[in-house]
């Protein structure tokens, strides 16, 4: 399976990727709040119902991938167990 490595390093990207931003967005929410104006603020809730679109995208992904990891290797422990 030529495609399995690929598959697996861009999950690995999306789970670093997604840690970092989750860490700023942390950090910095605040302070955001306190300075944003109001021309900030409607483009932040832009992007924030658009990642929230992705965000609920992902997890039926997730859903239908973990389905067919348990339909194809039943033998294969999962990693949760």
Do not use: C, W
């Not at 997604?18 to 832009?46: C, I, M, N, P």
């Not at 859903?63 to 422990?77: I, K, N, Q, T, W």
């Amino acid at each position: 399976m030529s495609d399995a490595q690929p598959f697996l390093d861009n999950l690995e990207n999306l789970r670093v990727v997604s840690s970092v931003a989750l860490e700023y967005v942390q950090d910095r929410r605040d302070e955001f709040a306190k300075s944003a104006t109001g021309v900030h603020a409607r483009r932040a809730e832009k992007v924030i119902h658009q990642l929230r679109v992705v965000i609920g995208e992902l997890e039926k992904e997730f859903a239908v991938l973990e389905y067919l990891l348990g339909e194809s290797s039943p033998s294969v422990p999962r990693a949760d167990t």
